[in-house]
């Protein structure tokens, strides 16, 4: 855990200040979610919690969308 926390801060110190010197705000925004997001998922994976899987609730989405071609 350690390890994972260590390496997402030293991510994080790298890119930040290049993004916040050109005044990049938009891009900052999403590589903030993303490593947010990647953070969570590998917290997850290190205490062994399942995480859902969004093709089945994809595959329902569409198969309710288009009825006619799916068994």
Do not use: C
């Not at 010197?21 to 998922?41: M, N, Q, Y």
Request: proline share 6%; no cysteine.
């Amino acid at each position: 855990m350690i390890m994972l926390i260590l390496l997402y801060v030293v991510l994080v110190l790298i890119e930040v200040p290049g993004f916040v010197r050109k005044k990049r705000w938009r891009e900052l925004t999403v590589f903030s979610v993303l490593i947010i997001l990647a953070f969570v998922i590998g917290v997850f994976q290190i205490k062994h919690i399942d995480i859902p899987n969004p093709v089945r609730d994809t595959q329902y989405f569409v198969k309710s969308l288009f009825p006619f071609g799916y068994d």
